[in-house]
């Protein structure tokens, strides 16, 4: 087996081990809904894993904790159910595929009465994130929701690019305001979940966060304007309905 081939596999495991453990966090802390996201996204990645590699010692021990993590997923469903709560869809993005602009992928959940969105995404960083931040903010504006206060909470650019993301989020800020729009920006060292709630009760949850679109081929290719036509990176979308849209 080449080292490339060892390496992705050994990075789909390591992916798998962490999404895992941070699925047995939230379960233990009774967020069965998002818990459930989780176990079912380490699940795919250790099934990946064991797709790849020719180890049958390798793939024998994946399989023992797939089917184990897969029986706990199993039982937080039907928890779910019996709460009365509604787990929706889950919608995979395949490698460049196109037709998954914002709108399009959020439209269905942007009900007239939303008036509040929480975002909360750790790479609100680059120059792309901040224009992908920006145009989701856009998407807000033109409705039919009537948006009056977005949360921001992502982490800060840890390297020469940390005074280009202040002044760009301050003047998105600041533009929102010319709408009627608060911005609230916070900032975390910790923060791992990638997830965008709405206070109509949807969350929905991007693996890659807003960052899923694959870099242009040039500055005036199709799909540089318009998202429905840019090809995206492979990603998985988790739609949850819940009484809950703040975390307490």
């Avoid at 202040?166 to 990638?194: C, P, W």
């Avoid at 036509?229 to 009484?243: A, G, N, Q, S, Y």
């Amino acid at each position: 087996m080449s080292r490339a081939r060892n390496d992705g596999i050994t990075a789909l495991e390591r992916a798998g081990a962490e999404t895992l453990k941070r699925a047995v966090q939230l379960d233990e802390a009774s967020r069965f809904q998002e818990s459930l996201v989780c176990y079912q996204e380490g699940i795919d990645l250790l099934l990946q894993a064991r797709k790849a590699t020719t180890d049958e010692a390798k793939k024998h021990r994946y399989q023992q904790k797939i089917s184990e993590y897969l029986t706990r997923a199993e039982e937080i469903k039907e928890h779910i159910k019996k709460q009365d709560s509604k787990y929706h869809k889950q919608i995979r993005i395949e490698e460049n595929a196109t037709g998954f602009g914002y709108e399009k992928l959020f439209h269905e959940y942007l009900t007239e009465n939303v008036s509040e969105v929480w975002v909360e995404d750790p790479y609100i960083r680059q120059v792309h994130q901040l224009y992908n931040f920006l145009r989701f903010c856009e998407m807000l504006v033109k409705g039919p929701c009537k948006v009056k206060t977005i949360h921001l909470l992502t982490s800060y650019d840890e390297g020469s690019g940390r005074s280009q993301q202040m002044s760009a989020l301050e003047e998105i800020k600041q533009s929102l305001r010319n709408y009627g729009v608060t911005l609230n920006i916070n900032f975390s060292s910790s923060i791992h979940d990638r997830e965008i709630r709405f206070n109509n009760g949807w969350m929905i949850k991007i693996g890659r966060g807003l960052d899923y679109f694959k870099k242009p081929k040039g500055l005036f290719s199709i799909g540089y304007c318009d998202f429905d036509l840019r090809p995206c990176r492979e990603t998985t979308v988790d739609v949850i309905l819940t009484k809950h849209t703040k975390k307490t």
